[in-house]
C-alpha cells in the first residue's frame, strides 16, 4: 500500500489548510523557508520606455537615463565609464548585452537601500504640487531623509539642497521633534522578523541621532541648530544622557557635549559605573570634570571679569573696585540663596547669581549699596556678568578633559 494512502489529502476548507494558507498569506512560513528571492520589478519607478535598469537591493527600477544624469551627478560619469567597458566588451563579444539594458545584466547599486533610490525618483519625476507637498506640515519626513541621504551621495547638489530647506522647514515647526525617537530601539534578541512587503524595505521614521548626523554631513547649519536645541532640552529634562554625550563627540557639538558631561556628573560616580553605554574613557573625563568645575568655583569669586566703564564714569578704579565687591557678594549670595546646589553644579550657581546680577540692577532686590558706587556702569555690570557666564557655558566641554 502507498504511504499516501495512510495520509490522504487534506480537503482546501480543512481547519488545518485554512490555517496553513492563512500563515503564507502573512508571510510567517517565509521565515524559514531558504533561498534568496528573485528582484521584482518597482511598481511605480519601472518605467516602459526607460532606457536604464538598476537593481538596488531586490529592487529592480527602469528609467530614463538623461533624467539620473540630471544636476552635474555622479550618474553621468558612471555611465560615461559603463559605456566606455561595454564598448570595450561588444569588441570581444558582439551579442552581450549591454549593463543596464535588460532585468538579467541591471546596473548594481551597491550601499543603498530601495527607499533611498526611490526618495531620488520621487524628487526627479514629481510634478509641482507633488513638491510642494514637501514644504508643508503634510511632508514625508522619512522620504526627505532618505533623499537627502542619496542625493549627497551621488552629488545631486541642487536637488540635495532642496531636500535640506524642506526637512527645515518641517522640523522648524513647533512641536515637530514630540514625537521624535533619539534612535531606533534594539530588536529582542530570539525574536522573529516578518519579511518586508515586496517593493519597500523596513523604515521608521528619521530618529534624532539619523536628523543629526544628516545635518553634519551635509554642513547644514540651521538643521544642525533645531538637532541641538533638541539634544538640549533632552539633556535639561535628563533624558538620553549618555546617548546624547556620544552624539555629540561624534559630530564635535561641544556645546551638547559640554551640557551631557555637566548632567551626567550630577548624577554622581555610581551612576556612572552602572551606565553601561559610557566608555572608560568618558568615565575619566567625568571624573576630571568634577575637580575642574569644583576648582573653577572656588577661584570664580575672586575673578570678576573686566567692566567696560561708560563715558560719564568719574572713578574707573572706585568702579571697578566697587564691582569686584558686588561680583563676590553675588556669587555668595547665590549658594546662601539656594543652599541644596550641588557643589559642583557650576552652571546651576552661575545661573543663579546672573537672575541675582539683573535682580540688583533692576532695583528688584535691593543691592546692599554695592552699586551707589558705579552708578552709571550698572548696566555694564549686568553685561559684563551675562558674557563671563556665557563663556563658562560655551566652554563647559573644556573642563571635561583628558588631562587628568
Not at 535598469?53 to 529592480?60: G, M
Request: glycine share 6%; with cysteine.
Amino acid at each position: 500500500m502507498d504511504q499516501d494512502d495512510h495520509h490522504p489529502a487534506l480537503p482546501p476548507d480543512s481547519p488545518l489548510m485554512t490555517m496553513t494558507n492563512s500563515f503564507l498569506n502573512d508571510g510567517m512560513l517565509l521565515l524559514s523557508m531558504p533561498g534568496p528571492r528573485l528582484p521584482y520589478r518597482d511598481p511605480t519607478y519601472y518605467i516602459n520606455d526607460g532606457n536604464s535598469v538598476l537593481l538596488v537591493e531586490n529592487t529592480l527600477f527602469r528609467v530614463h537615463r538623461s533624467v539620473l544624469t540630471k544636476d552635474k551627478s555622479a550618474f553621468e560619469t558612471m555611465f560615461q565609464l559603463s559605456g566606455e567597458t561595454d564598448s570595450t566588451r561588444s569588441d570581444s563579444s558582439m551579442t552581450a548585452a549591454q549593463e543596464g539594458e535588460s532585468d538579467d545584466n541591471p546596473i548594481r547599486l551597491q550601499g543603498d537601500t530601495a527607499d533611498e533610490f526611490r526618495a531620488l525618483l520621487w524628487a526627479l519625476y514629481a510634478l509641482p504640487h507633488e513638491l510642494t507637498i514637501a514644504m508643508t506640515a503634510e511632508a514625508d519626513s522619512t522620504q526627505l531623509v532618505n533623499l537627502v541621504r542619496i542625493t549627497h551621495k551621488y552629488q545631486f547638489r541642487s536637488v540635495m539642497n532642496w531636500g535640506l530647506s524642506a526637512l527645515h522647514h518641517y522640523y522648524s515647526r513647533s512641536g515637530a521633534f514630540d514625537d521624535v525617537l533619539t534612535t531606533v530601539a534594539a530588536p529582542t534578541p530570539g525574536a522573529p522578523t516578518l519579511p518586508a512587503t515586496p517593493g519597500h524595505s523596513p523604515s521608521h521614521p528619521p530618529t534624532l541621532v539619523q536628523i543629526t548626523e544628516l545635518a553634519a554631513l551635509c554642513e547644514r547649519a540651521d538643521l544642525l541648530e533645531l538637532a541641538m536645541a533638541r539634544w538640549k532640552r533632552l539633556i535639561g529634562e535628563g533624558r538620553d544622557l549618555a546617548l546624547a554625550l556620544t552624539t555629540g563627540e561624534r559630530f564635535n557639538l561641544r556645546p551638547v557635549v559640554g551640557l551631557a558631561y555637566h548632567a551626567l556628573m550630577l548624577r554622581g560616580k555610581a551612576h556612572w559605573d552602572a551606565e553601561a553605554a559610557l566608555t572608560r574613557a568618558q568615565r575619566v573625563r567625568l571624573l576630571a570634570g568634577y575637580y575642574a568645575l569644583t576648582k573653577l568655583w572656588e577661584a570664580l569669586p575672586g575673578q570678576p571679569p573686566p567692566l567696560t566703564h561708560g563715558a560719564r564714569c568719574a572713578s574707573q578704579q572706585r568702579c571697578a573696585k566697587a564691582f569686584g565687591t558686588l561680583w563676590r557678594t553675588v556669587l555668595e549670595t547665590g549658594t546662601q540663596v539656594m543652599p541644596g546646589l550641588a557643589r559642583e553644579d557650576l552652571l546651576g550657581k552661575i545661573m543663579l547669581a546672573e537672575s541675582v546680577m539683573k535682580a540688583m540692577v533692576e532695583r528688584e532686590i535691593p543691592s546692599q549699596g554695592f552699586l551707589d558706587a558705579m552708578p552709571h556702569c550698572r548696566e555694564s555690570a549686568l553685561v559684563a556678568t551675562t558674557m563671563r557666564m556665557r563663556e563658562i557655558k560655551e566652554s563647559l566641554a573644556d573642563y571635561f578633559s583628558d588631562d587628568f
